[in-house]
């Protein structure tokens, strides 16, 4: 089991910046993939980005891509969602995620945190 926590997310103005972070708890030795993916009102889930347990090959959606970066922190299970230049239409309730398992990959999800950017 990984359990997962978010914090960072609030309330910016567009074309602000903001810095999500996420810790993982449990078994996080058996953690392969961290990641971000975000659900607006009405719209389904999406990929923000995702990132393998190493640092390495980070993957962003389309929508976010030049203006969000994901990284691992100094902390070995800690994860980082910089986001710039938002836009009111990257107003969504972010959800941290994991990938995790040996022979068999599970995914867990933390409870979300709350971006909204104001025009």
């Known amino acids: 089991q990984v359990q997962l926590v978010e914090s960072g997310g609030g309330l910016v103005q567009a074309g602000g910046s903001l810095r999500l972070s996420c810790s993982a708890s449990g078994s996080t030795l058996r953690i392969n993939v961290l990641g971000w993916y975000r659900q607006a009102p009405g719209k389904q889930r999406e990929l923000v980005a995702t990132?393998?347990?190493?640092?390495?090959?980070?993957n962003y959606g389309d929508s976010v891509k030049g203006r969000f970066t994901i990284s691992r922190g100094g902390a070995e299970n800690t994860v980082y969602l910089q986001m710039n230049s938002l836009k009111p239409e990257d107003t969504a309730v972010y959800y941290c995620?994991?990938?995790?398992?040996?022979?068999?990959?599970?995914?867990?999800w933390g409870q979300g945190t709350q971006v909204t950017v104001s025009s």
């Open positions: 990132i393998l347990s190493s640092g390495r090959f980070p």
């Open positions: 995620y994991a990938e995790a398992g040996l022979r068999t990959n599970y995914n867990y």
